[in-house]
């Protein structure tokens, strides 16, 4: 593989999880049927409806708090040569929140992240700050650790998620979520296919279940095996279009998509399979899994933006259309994706 492939891979990775969530942005909250009604399988960037009761009013293309808390954990990883300082997380998501507040949708953050702020605020960061974070606040934003870290051995990827996590989500259930995005995007980013892809993180997934709180929630490994086995089954016969249909469906209504960790991360990797399953090699198309995540309804920003993050490692971020990418960095100056990729593999080159 050679180095220029490799870096390709980490863009996409940013890239895609960019696209994923400006593409989710208009139809998070609303339901699976409400999203077909208002705009059918999500082919372009919509702004965000005025009725929205999380994002009204943002323009088209616009990012929300999985891609700039993404972002901010990038740039804390390089600037602590690989290691995400607590203190320095917190200050610098305290600073979003007031960031977002004075922009009129602080609504965009999570529970979990929230309550963890508060937490940080009042005593510092400490271990039991995340202590009842177990959403998919972890999962969201654990790309960047994915690019800075080689997914061998995995117990040293494991370690960079907790350690990375655990001020806002320092459950075994959010931290299992977290580490299997990173060790997908991981694995991608060495050349891995699809196959190796969905071991690789459901591995990941049961190591990082051993670590943090525990908190009642089922098993995300065993929740994200079966999700993609249910999507094949009930996707493997018909047209694309009939495909898509059933597996949305089948997403929506068993696998989950709100912003549990335990439904919206097995969903991600659901939509990777039915991205393949509707085309033999469509996980790779990053543009089409982030459609596809976007359709849901339910946290789809979230689960497009987890998705397409594995999927631009997978595919590059040439699998992008040019286009999407340009409206996307125009709607949001100053996220400088392709040099933060960069930051980050010279760190994993290091290791």
Same mark, same amino acid.
């Given at each position: 593989? =050679? ?8 863009? &996409? ?5 960019? *696209? ?8 998070? &909250? ?26 009204? %009013? ?12 993404? !972002? ?7 600037? &602590?040569?690989?290691? !995400? ?12 929140? /007031? ?20 937490? +940080? ?11 009842? %974070? ?7 934003? +654990? ?14 990827? *494991? ?6 996590? $655990? ?17 997908? !995007?991981?694995?991608?980013?060495? %050349? %891995?296919?699809?196959? #190796? ?51 949305? $469906?089948? +997403?929506? /209504?068993?696998?989950? =998509?709100?912003?549990? =960790?335990?439904?919206? *991360? ?6 990777? #399979? ?23 309804? &339910?946290?789809?920003? =979230? ?13 590059? *971020? ?17 996220? #400088? ?15």
């Amino acid at each position: 593989m =050679t180095a220029a492939t490799v870096r390709d891979r980490a863009r &996409g990775a940013l890239w895609g999880l960019a *696209v994923g969530d400006a593409l989710g942005m208009p139809t998070e &909250g609303l339901s699976r049927a409400a999203v077909l009604v208002r705009y059918g399988l999500v082919d372009r960037f919509h702004p965000g409806p005025t009725d929205s009761e999380i994002a009204p %009013g943002l323009p088209a293309a616009h990012v929300t708090d999985d891609t700039d808390q993404a !972002v901010i954990v990038g740039r804390l990883l390089v600037a &602590g040569g690989g290691r !995400v300082d607590h203190a320095d997380l917190a200050e610098e998501l305290l600073a979003w929140q /007031e960031r977002m507040q004075a922009a009129g949708v602080a609504s965009l953050l999570g529970p979990s992240t929230r309550r963890a702020l508060e937490s +940080i605020r009042a005593d510092g960061p400490s271990p039991t700050s995340g202590r009842w %974070g177990d959403t998919n606040g972890a999962a969201m934003r +654990i790309a960047p650790v994915g690019i800075a870290v080689p997914g061998r051995p995995l117990a040293t990827l *494991v370690d960079a998620v907790v350690t990375t996590s $655990e001020p806002t989500h320092n459950t075994h259930v959010a931290l299992a979520g977290a580490a299997a995005v990173a060790a997908g !995007v991981s694995t991608a980013i060495d %050349g %891995g296919n699809l196959a #190796a892809v969905l071991d690789a993180a459901a591995l990941a997934a049961r190591a990082g279940a051993e670590r943090g709180f525990h908190t009642t929630a089922p098993s995300v490994a065993a929740r994200l095996e079966n999700a993609v086995r249910l999507v094949r089954a009930e996707a493997g016969d018909g047209d694309p279009e009939e495909r898509i249909d059933a597996g949305c $469906e089948v +997403i929506d /209504e068993v696998v989950g =998509t709100s912003m549990a =960790t335990q439904e919206s *991360v097995p969903a991600a990797f659901a939509v990777l #399979a039915l991205a393949d399953t509707v085309r033999p090699g469509g996980a790779a198309d990053p543009w089409l899994v982030c459609r596809l995540g976007a359709s849901l309804g &339910g946290d789809s920003d =979230t689960i497009a933006a987890m998705a397409g993050a594995v999927s631009g490692a997978l595919g590059g *971020v040439d699998a992008l259309p040019a286009a999407a990418r340009e409206q996307v960095a125009a709607a949001n100056p100053g996220l #400088a994706l392709d040099a933060l990729a960069d930051d980050l593999l010279a760190l994993r080159d290091r290791r």
